[in-house]
């Protein structure tokens, strides 16, 4: 048997000891880390990765509308004011709990359904997923809990908003400046794929016949919009339309890879809108208001009545 020095056998004990850390203390730092309590909801808790997958999860929600650095810059943005609206949403679901809120298993299918839908393939759908440190049955989860969330604002909340007919009339004749319609302008347009069909729709068209007639002879669809002055189009589109007269074409308008003629089909003067018109967007606004202004005091009173703690 060979006798093993005091200085070889430390050694060998720092080696061991070294490889121990970096197996298993290194491992369970980051799991210590994801599973640090950043806050305390009366008997519930959240913790790092409950924030983390709540970013995510929103992040793939705005990807729908929001791409690139435009969609990074609107997390980023929301980041501040994530973890109120988790400790706001885990105590809607605690009240949905306590009041046994049962939930349609076809509507959180159909939910996560219109999810998928946004994408070209399942294939895809897993793999942003899988970016965001997510699979499919974390996005069931979330969905089961905003639709739990949904139906209990429904109860308490949504159910007993009423607006009345006067309240519609009233808000209309106290603010009848407000549904005053701006002088729009009507055009028409064509889209083509040449300079030189474009050139020759304009000359036709100076000739004596009509965008229509032109339209039908080479197929090309003709469409029709309004627009007000002052930012709706694109400047130099604008700079261009705003100077026609009644019945005037522009010169072809090259915008990518298409050429684009418009022509001014006429002005439609300045206008009161009736109370009619308009009364569905004063219920819906009214409706809105008063929903957010019901909705934040049944928050503030649950908070009122819960141990909220954020470390």
Not at 101 to 113: S, V
Not at 241 to 260: A, R
Not at 287 to 305: R, S, V
Request: proline fraction near 2%; hydrophobic fraction near 40%; charged fraction near 30%.
């Amino acid at each position: 048997m060979h006798k093993i020095s005091g200085k070889r056998l430390r050694l060998s004990r720092i080696i061991v000891f070294s490889l121990f850390y970096i197996l298993y203390a290194m491992p369970h730092t980051l799991l210590f880390a994801e599973d640090k309590i950043i806050a305390i909801v009366n008997n519930d808790i959240i913790t790092q990765k409950d924030w983390n997958d709540f970013v995510n999860f929103t992040r793939i929600q705005l990807s729908t509308q929001y791409h690139g650095k435009q969609l990074e810059s609107k997390i980023e943005s929301m980041k501040l004011d994530l973890l109120d609206k988790l400790i706001e949403d885990r105590l809607i679901l605690q009240e949905a709990k306590r009041e046994n809120i049962q939930l349609n298993p076809a509507r959180i299918k159909e939910k996560i359904d219109e999810i998928k839908n946004h994408y070209s393939s399942y294939t895809e759908f897993q793999e942003t997923i899988a970016k965001q440190g997510l699979v499919e049955a974390d996005i069931e989860a979330r969905i089961k809990e905003q639709t739990l969330m949904y139906a209990i604002i429904d109860k308490e909340i949504r159910s007993k908003i009423i607006i009345k007919p006067a309240e519609i009339t009233d808000f209309y004749q106290a603010n009848t400046k407000s549904f005053i319609l701006p002088e729009q302008w009507e055009f028409q347009s064509m889209t083509l794929n040449s300079e030189s069909l474009a050139n020759e729709v304009i000359k036709q068209y100076k000739n004596g016949r009509t965008l229509e007639d032109i339209g039908n002879k080479y197929s090309i669809m003709i469409d029709t919009f309004r627009s007000v002055k002052g930012g709706q189009l694109r400047k130099d589109i604008e700079e261009t339309l705003f100077k026609l007269k009644t019945g005037q074409v522009s010169d072809p308008i090259k915008i990518e890879n298409s050429y684009y003629i418009f022509r001014l089909n006429s002005i439609i003067p300045p206008r009161q809108q009736s109370l009619t018109e308009v009364q569905d967007d004063i219920q819906a606004m009214l409706y809105n208001k008063n929903m957010q202004e019901a909705l934040a005091k049944w928050l503030d009173k649950l908070k009122g009545q819960s141990y909220i703690k954020i470390l």
